[in-house]
């Protein structure tokens, strides 16, 4: 491998912080920007671009922060149906997993919590493909699929889903389940 310098050209105020980054971490600019350049180079070849790399990253550290750990399919789906056999305990504990969320979600996005949270979940529900949410006015519909919900896993999720819309001022005006799709209604309270 060449060790030969190049010279390349970057905005002012790019450099600046780049070399400022690599005096704090202790390296030349030389080393810190051929690190940068290996991580870009790593991530194209498979398939990612840098900044694709780096929302994930601050995706992933958002949803730890947030609470949620990542566990086999396997394991989730049998916990789910060992947990449904305290039926309300577990109902319970969903509800109120999906009202800290909302509540969350509403303290840090404000008006914007619905999209924020239907961003969320498209990245982090793997295992549940079709998820809609809408509104019109001051009505919420959340529309949710999946082949993989068994009848205990469909309900869990539908009280999570009516805790996240009482956590984000709305007042569930029907909920149902019909086969593997859950769908529900929320009015926005006043608040």
């Known amino acids: 491998m060449s060790t030969r310098r190049k010279t390349f050209a970057a905005r002012e105020d790019l450099i600046d912080t780049i070399k400022e980054i690599a005096r704090r971490k202790g390296y030349s600019l ?19 671009s840098i900044s694709g790399v780096v929302e994930e990253i601050l995706f992933i550290k958002q949803v730890r922060e947030s609470g949620f750990i990542l ?3 396997n394991v989730f789906q049998a916990m789910v149906k060992l947990a449904y056999t305290r039926r309300e305990e577990a109902l319970k504990a ?22 924020k949270f239907r961003d969320m979940a498209h990245k982090i529900f793997w295992d549940i493909p079709e998820l809609e949410v809408s509104s019109t006015g ?14 205990e896993y469909a309900e869990v999720f539908k009280r999570m889903l009516e805790g996240l819309l009482e956590g984000l001022s709305y007042s569930v005006i029907n909920s149902e389940i019909i086969g593997k799709t859950i769908r529900l209604k929320g009015r926005l309270r006043n608040v």
């Open 94 to 115: 969903w509800w109120e997993a999906g009202l800290w969320m909302g509540k969350s979600y509403r303290a840090k996005y404000g008006e914007d919590a619905l999209n």
């Open 71 to 73: 566990v086999p399919e």
């Open 138 to 151: 001051d009505e919420v519909e959340i529309v949710v699929t999946s082949p993989k919900f068994s009848q």
């Open 30 to 48: 030389y080393d810190y920007v051929n690190e940068l350049f290996e991580a870009a180079i790593r991530a194209e070849k498979t398939g990612y």
